[in-house]
């Protein structure tokens, strides 16, 4: 029986993060202040070290991620990307849909969070991403709930 939650963002990979939330708050969103993840990606047997900028919309959910793109990797092209999906297991959810016939893309380890995330991709291209919801799940509801906005909004200010 599969424990994966409804869609709870839409990542979007964009080539300057400050320009598109700029240019996508013109249609009324707004944003978290943009915050760096670190994480360790696991494909092909290799592993990269990441640190994409990365925030999300004050609307939703769904929320909207952006991410800035990362030349190279699994988000190196500007565009729709994924659905993110909460798994109470990830690499048990990982290998289900691997079993249901939709390929893992890449493995990761989010470092700040100690947890287990995923890419998979169904035939018609579409990429979902699991991410695990007790380790996950609560310190992006505290990022949701903006508590940090004016603190990572200095660590992007020079000065």
């Known amino acids: 029986m599969p424990t994966m939650q409804p869609a709870y963002h839409i990542g979007i990979v964009v080539a300057d993060l400050d320009k598109a939330m700029a240019e996508l708050g013109k249609i009324g969103l707004e944003w978290h202040a943009p915050t760096r993840n670190d994480s360790d990606v696991f494909s092909n047997g290799e592993t990269t070290h990441v640190q994409p900028w990365m925030t999300y919309s004050k609307q939703g959910p769904p929320y909207l991620e952006l991410?800035?793109?990362?030349?190279?990797?699994?988000?190196?092209?500007?565009?729709?990307?994924?659905?993110?999906?909460?798994?109470?297991?990830?690499?048990?959810?990982?290998?289900?849909?691997?079993?249901?016939?939709?390929?893992?893309?890449?493995?990761?380890?989010?470092?700040?969070?100690?947890?287990?995330?995923?890419?998979?991709?169904?035939?018609?291209?579409?990429?979902?991403?699991?991410?695990d919801i007790g380790r996950v799940g609560p310190g992006l509801a505290l990022y949701l709930s903006g508590a940090a906005d004016d603190y990572l909004n200095s660590l992007r200010t020079p000065g």
């Open 67 to 131: 991410l800035e793109q990362m030349p190279g990797t699994i988000w190196s092209e500007p565009g729709l990307h994924h659905l993110g999906i909460w798994a109470d297991d990830v690499p048990a959810e990982s290998k289900r849909l691997t079993a249901e016939g939709l390929p893992l893309l890449i493995s990761s380890h989010d470092n700040t969070t100690d947890s287990p995330s995923c890419y998979h991709q169904t035939s018609d291209g579409v990429r979902l991403e699991l991410m």
